[in-house]
Nanobody, 124 residues
Framework: QLQLVESGGGLVQPGGSLRLSCAAS????????IGWFRQAPGKEREGVSC????????NYADSVKGRFTISRDNAKNTVYLQMNSLKPEDTAIYYC?????????????????WGQGTQVTVSS
């Protein structure tokens, strides 16, 4: 069974950093783009960042550009989201999901194998 598992969330002060991991089991990530999404309380789920299967193409939501960096290590079957300069508005549950090869936007129905999410709370 294809499964993605997120980890690395937690409580951090404004201005702090966290690194989220998205680990795959049951399949290799080599042929999949991975997207990170987040959902804050009372808000719709939104796309945050995406990386192509090769890692050669990445994109970011305007709200996180310059602060978040997505990367992947296909040998470890894992995708990372490095989050720096965190703000209270980054507080949300963060999810990763897979789609074939390329990102081409954040249409959630294009993504599958959603993980269970990891909570990120930015608060003093």
């Amino acid at each position: 069974q294809l499964q993605l598992v997120e980890s690395g969330g937690g409580l951090v002060q404004p201005g702090g950093s966290l690194r989220l991991s998205c680990a795959a089991s049951g399949f290799t990530l080599d042929y999949y783009a991975i997207g990170w999404f987040r959902q804050a309380p009372g808000k719709e789920r939104e796309g945050v960042s995406c990386i192509s299967s090769s890692g050669g193409s990445t994109n970011y939501a305007d709200s996180v550009k310059g602060r978040f960096t997505i990367s992947r290590d296909n040998a470890k079957n894992t995708v990372y989201l490095q989050m720096n300069s965190l703000k209270p508005e980054d507080t949300a549950i963060y999810y990763c999901a897979a789609k074939s090869y390329y990102c081409s936007g954040y249409v959630m129905s294009d993504f599958g194998s959603w993980g269970q999410g990891t909570q990120v709370t930015v608060s003093s």
